[in-house]
């Protein structure tokens, strides 16, 4: 069964730190691999997309890397700031867009 | 701008009032698709379509009906809504080989 996990499911570190939020996926065969990120009662917003020939993709403080042979992507945020305190989901595609499975996330706590 | 809409943003309804959700995109994106997110069971895939004409189950579509008659539109039904479907249901579309771009979220209780 395909299945996707992020642990931990809720952290809360001090602002400046540099932090990584983990998730593993259970079949290795994924065309791509995304990170989001969700603010209480709102939608889902895009973070970084890793096509499954990448190993990692960057985007401000934010670095995405994506490890097929062990099952495993980690979302590193450095600096952390208060404002990136959300829920982190991982979300796996394993069929172009069509079969999509999403970890059930990690609450990211920044503290002042 | 290129957005998801979804509409309504919230309903609250009674068991077994035929109701639709509707979601627009204006990316002409192929792919659609329709999730629930429940506390603690994340997000799941409840049907998506591949273009116009072209849906196919996801993991959990008991209950629902969805349709692409436009290639921007997805509506989902819920032909008899049960409160086993409170939750909040999110609208997705891509190019089914970018990045997924998802709606702000339809908050429905079914008493």
């Known amino acids: 069964k395909q299945e996707v996990t992020q642990i931990p499911a809720a952290l809360s570190v001090p602002e400046g730190e540099n932090l990584v939020l983990n998730c593993s996926f259970t079949d290795s065969a994924i065309y791509n691999l995304q990170w989001f990120r969700q603010d209480p009662g709102k939608g889902l917003t895009s973070l970084l997309l890793i096509q499954s020939s990448q190993r990692e993709q960057t985007s401000g403080r934010l670095n995405a890397s994506l490890d097929k042979s062990s099952g495993r992507s980690t979302l590193y945020i450095a600096a952390s700031q208060p404002g990136d305190s959300a829920t982190y989901l991982c979300a796996v595609d394993y069929s172009s867009a069509s079969k999509i499975i999403f970890g059930s996330g990690t609450r990211l706590s920044i503290r002042p | 701008e290129a957005q998801v809409t979804q509409n309504p943003r919230y309903l609250i309804t009674v068991t077994g009032k035929k109701l639709t959700v509707t979601c627009s995109q204006n990316?002409?994106?192929?792919?659609m698709s329709w999730y629930r997110q429940d506390p603690g069971l994340g997000l799941r895939q409840i049907y998506y379509s591949m273009n116009v004409e072209v849906t196919d189950k996801g993991d959990v579509p008991e209950g629902y009906k969805v349709s692409r008659k436009e290639k921007r539109n997805f509506p989902l039904i819920l032909e008899s809504p049960s409160p086993n479907q409170t939750s909040l249901y999110f609208c997705?579309?891509?190019?089914?080989?970018?990045?997924?771009?998802f709606g702000p979220g339809t908050r429905l209780t079914v008493l």
């Open positions: 990316m002409n994106h192929e792919y």
């Open positions: 997705a579309s891509s190019t089914g080989v970018d990045t997924q771009y």
